[in-house]
């Protein structure tokens, strides 16, 4: 799951991608909601999930909260988007919603920066060695789609994994 933001708090997207589309993915492009053959059906979603006036009114305080902070739009996501991604996992147990043991959820902004440095603050470390294993690496967005990325720092050990 990837939440997308881009102006403040009330402006985002959630996107999630199921087990059975995770074959149309490749691990390159995990953490890039957009190229996920999905992207239309998440993005109409947020205006479904903005219609919870809890949610709304919860964006709004965030908002206000952050208006007098500076916004580290280049180093990572706002710490109230981090610990909330943290809490999805429970959330969606708590609502009798089955996950898979590797979902990780990663804050963003639109442009991506902050994968980097969210997943492994959002994540537990058993899924963090899951995606590791699977080589799902979060990576730093670039305006060239096919520019190289870095690693990320917490994955300086894992293996690359082999394109073919």
């Known amino acids: 799951m ?19 589309e995770e074959a149309d993915v490749s691990a ?17 979603r ?29 180093t990572q996501p706002p710490e109230p988007l981090v610990q909330a991604a943290a809490r999805v996992r429970q959330l969606l147990a708590d609502a009798g919603v089955d996950v898979a043991a590797h979902f990780a959820v990663g804050v963003c902004h639109f442009e991506g920066w902050g994968l980097e440095e969210s997943v492994p ?14 080589g799902i690496e979060p990576g730093e967005s670039h ?16 293996r690359k994994r082999q394109r073919t």
């Open 121 to 134: 603050r959002a994540n537990l470390k058993p899924t963090l060695e899951l995606l590791r294993e699977q």
């Open 28 to 44: 390159a492009d995990a953490w890039l909601p957009l190229e996920w053959p999905n992207n239309r059906r998440e993005i109409t």
């Open 46 to 74: 947020v205006d479904t999930i903005f219609e919870d006036q809890t949610l709304s009114a919860a964006a709004a305080a965030l908002a206000a909260e952050l208006d007098d902070a500076s916004w580290p739009w280049e």
């Open 2 to 20: 990837v939440i997308r933001w881009f102006e403040g708090p009330g402006y985002l997207t959630v996107h999630a991608l199921g087990t059975a």
């Open 143 to 158: 305006d060239d789609p096919h520019a190289p990325r870095k690693r990320p720092r917490w994955l300086a050990g894992a």
